[in-house]
């Protein structure tokens, strides 16, 4: 078998964190796999200074309306298939990378997804439920032509009362709405693994969001909204995940995935 490395990130926009040097850290670490949502830029605006180590292959999906969302994929993994996923990305607002490889024995289909935020307006919550869906039926369709599936990204939900420092005052927001947290259980209930909770079960305090205000990130007041999933055939192969939280450069950290193929 073969280990492999896969990090993903949101960077809330992928020119201020180059201005900060905040990617450079991805040269000190051997990533087979690094998928950054909320780029802000079209492909040709993706800084060539982010960081020194040269990715094979670099896909990027971009918003319709320029400066917004956008998700980029780096990796070193020969690449079968690629595409932005329109099925799913109906407004065409740059949130996802879809691409195929193969490791091993296991023919994959990799998402590097960010899902829409449904706090501005109702219209956006209803939007963000049916993207939902669209990305549900078109990952088991994958499936059943046999793909094994990873996703990673920014899901804009944190799924238990765990996974936000404080749940009961945000039973109301969206990110934490009933319908919200039952989405993620009937993905699960698909067959995919959230892998941090199977590396780490039930520890508590592990955020990937903290708001800007009021020192939330010193005093950890979280939430944990990114995520890589896996599709069950693909468990066996979880050798670790983990949320990178001394990384900084965004109101996000990166966090990790780490298998055996």
């Not at 999906?61 to 595409?83: N, P, Q, V, W």
């Not at 990204?153 to 934490?176: C, M, Q, W, Y």
């Not at 199977?198 to 708001?211: K, R």
């Not at 450069?249 to 780490?258: F, K, Q, R, V, Y």
Request: glycine fraction near 6%; proline fraction near 3%.
């Amino acid at each position: 078998m073969n280990k492999y490395k896969f990090v993903s990130w949101n960077v809330n926009g992928i020119r201020a964190v180059d201005k900060k040097e905040a990617l450079k850290w991805v040269d000190e670490h051997d990533i087979h796999l690094l998928g950054v949502q909320e780029t802000k830029s079209m492909k040709t605006q993706i800084p060539e200074t982010i960081f020194e180590k040269n990715f094979k292959n670099i896909t990027a999906s971009e918003s319709a309306i320029k400066g917004r969302s956008g998700t980029a994929l780096f990796t070193d993994i020969d690449i079968t298939f690629e595409c932005t996923c329109p099925t799913v990305d109906v407004l065409d607002e740059g949130r996802i990378n879809e691409v195929h490889f193969t490791l091993g024995d296991k023919d994959i289909a990799f998402f590097n997804v960010y899902f829409p935020n449904g706090q501005s307006k109702e219209e956006r919550l209803v939007y963000k439920m049916e993207f939902y869906d669209r990305f549900l039926d078109h990952c088991e369709s994958l499936k059943k032509q046999g793909k094994s599936i990873i996703v990673c990204g920014d899901v804009n939900t944190a799924h238990k009362e765990i996974d936000l420092a404080r749940p009961k005052a945000n039973e109301g927001t969206s990110g934490f709405l009933p319908m919200e947290r039952e989405w993620i259980d009937k993905f699960l209930s698909h067959g995919y693994i959230d892998t941090l909770r199977h590396v780490i079960g039930d520890e508590p305090d592990n955020y990937s969001w903290w708001s800007y205000r009021a020192n939330a990130r010193a005093n950890n007041v979280g939430w944990r909204i990114d995520y890589f999933y896996v599709s069950e055939d693909l468990k066996e192969h979880i050798s670790n995940a983990y949320i990178m939280s001394d990384i900084m450069g965004s109101d996000h950290c990166p966090i990790a995935l780490e298998m055996e193929i």
